[in-house]
């Protein structure tokens, strides 16, 4: 198996993982959750600044536009982001985030700024916790 197909079922296995994890908890907060969230940010930045160097600023849109399975991945991230921005931006609204930056930052980088700005709103719920 090449890296460039052991690199999605990693992804997968550690997304069942995460999802097993959170799914399992009884909802409590974990002390420095914020940190999964920004390493993950950082480490899909690298990734991706690898995949820059090596096909282009763009090359994720060949294969967005180049198949009917193409075009469904584009429309299911824009969907889960769309999702996502829906139950986020209240909350980040309540602890005094901009929402606008964010959503440049997201619409340049996908899921690295999301991650980023999960990361920020929950540092931010655990320090307002943590002063009430």
Do not use: K
């Not at 069942?16 to 999964?36: C, H, K, T």
């Amino acid at each position: 198996m090449t890296i460039i197909e052991s690199v999605p079922v990693a992804a997968a296995v550690l997304f069942l993982a995460y999802s097993v994890f959170v799914g399992a908890r009884d909802g409590g907060r974990i002390q420095n959750g914020w940190v999964f969230p920004a390493t993950a940010s950082c480490l899909f930045l690298l990734f991706s600044l690898g995949a820059v160097a090596a096909e282009g600023m763009l090359g994720f849109w060949a294969d967005h536009t180049g198949s009917l399975w193409g075009n469904q991945i584009w429309m299911d991230l824009l969907l889960a982001v769309g999702i996502a921005w829906y139950f986020v931006v209240p909350q980040a609204r309540a602890l005094g985030m901009r929402p606008l930056p964010w959503l440049l930052l997201i619409a340049c980088t996908g899921c690295i700024g999301f991650l980023a700005m999960t990361a920020r709103l929950m540092y931010l719920r655990e320090r307002a916790a943590l002063h009430a």
